[in-house]
């Protein structure tokens, strides 16, 4: 990930974490000192974040550095160490919780993700993130996503057409619905419908959408779902799903699962920096 998609929202969290500046560092610590320190992961899991802990600590003080000791994305055992910072000790400290903060957020993001692909290697589905994302950090969230191996739904409103139950109250149904959106967008643009019901899902493979989300649905209703529609349609399950669902969600035929708990119930990676100068 390149980093002028992230650096902005990097230096905002390190203004925000220096206030009027870091009185403990300042004093204590003497001007010009160097060091040296590692991150170590303290809970296994997959790590994400690398790129985004640099940029904060060369943020911090131009001169500091992140080595990774690791690949972005390999899973690790408890007690890794992940990654060495070199430089001042002043640019290492003001930039240790920022950095910590983010690899602990997307390496737990990209764990969870690699845990559901997992649950649903022996079937057709792929896992999709939502957009319940923290606001200004979808861009990393995504990221974690795609590195822990899931995939992303729509980045944004302006990616793709999903028409939801509050849409389909104003129009009135599947089909007025469909119809005003390829009128308004013309017949190219890409429209997923949401069906809670086996009759929304025959009028959205009626009304010609390309994707349908099956919305809290069991799984006999999937199943049926499934067996309805027969590929003329991607099919995703959507829904409060947790890891442990997966497998038999995964086995209805389905082609996506999107699960929001990916960045909104996930556990951060426990992360630490050491000093050793």
Partial sequence: ????????????????????????????????RAGEAVILCRKGGVVAGLPVAA?????????????????????VPPGRTIATVRGPVTGILRAERVALNFLGRLSGIATATRQAVRAVENHRARILDT????????????????????LNHRSDLGSMILIK?????VTGGVAEAVRRTREHHGPAIRVEVEAETLQEVEEALAAGVDLIMLDNMDLATMAE????????????????????????????????ISLGYLTTRVEALDVSLELRC
């Fill in 1 to 32: 990930m390149e980093p002028m998609l992230f650096e902005d929202i990097v230096r905002r969290a390190l203004l925000e974490d220096w206030g009027t500046g870091d009185l403990t560092t300042g004093a204590l610590v003497p001007p010009g």
């Fill in 55 to 75: 940029r904060a600590f060369r943020l911090s003080d131009p001169p500091a550095g992140l080595e990774p000791t690791v690949e972005e994305g390999e899973e």
């Fill in 131 to 150: 957009r319940k994302t923290t606001p200004t950090l979808r861009v990393l969230e995504r990221y974690a996503v795609r590195i822990g191996g899931g």
């Fill in 165 to 169: 139950d509050n849409h389909l109250r």
């Fill in 225 to 256: 779902a499934v067996r309805r529609v027969d590929g003329k349609a991607r099919l995703e399950a959507s829904g409060g799903l947790r890891l442990e669902d997966l497998p038999a969600v995964a086995a209805t035929g389905v082609d996506y």
